[in-house]
């Protein structure tokens, strides 16, 4: 795929971490199961500001945007499928690790990993 030489990986990585962080955060101020814990909001502001950093020195130019907010999501879809397996009395999480399959799979394809390979035409 042409478009995937634009795609830059550090904005998607921080946002992923920004999805999982911001989940984290969420998830130990409101579960009663979980103990508190700082760091999910120290990591959190960090990933935020970085990504912040990164989205005003380097503009996101072809389908980075969409990577981004695709792995922002595929951090909140995933951390949520973790905790429902760690703690099987808050819910199923079918309908999570589904959705999340499916946004990992539209991102692979998206950047290129998962490119179906083109068949060559023979010249005579």
């Not at 904005?11 to 103990?35: M, R």
């Not at 999910?40 to 960090?46: D, N, R, S, V």
């Not at 595929?74 to 905790?83: D, E, H, Q, R, T």
Request: proline content about 5%.
């Amino acid at each position: 795929m042409s478009g995937s030489k634009n795609i830059r990986r550090k904005p998607i990585l921080l946002a992923f971490l920004v999805g999982l962080c911001g989940n984290a955060t969420l998830a130990t101020l409101t579960v009663s199961q979980l103990a508190f814990s700082l760091f999910p909001l120290i990591a959190l502001a960090l990933a935020a500001h970085m990504l912040y950093r990164e989205y005003l020195s380097v503009p996101m130019e072809g389908a980075t945007p969409v990577c981004t907010l695709l792995a922002f999501l595929i951090g909140i879809f995933g951390y949520s499928a973790v905790l429902r397996t760690d703690y099987p009395e808050m819910g199923s999480n079918y309908l999570t690790v589904m959705i999340l399959l499916v946004l990992v799979i539209w991102l692979a394809l998206k950047m290129g990993v998962a490119a179906r390979p083109v068949a060559k035409e023979e010249e005579a």
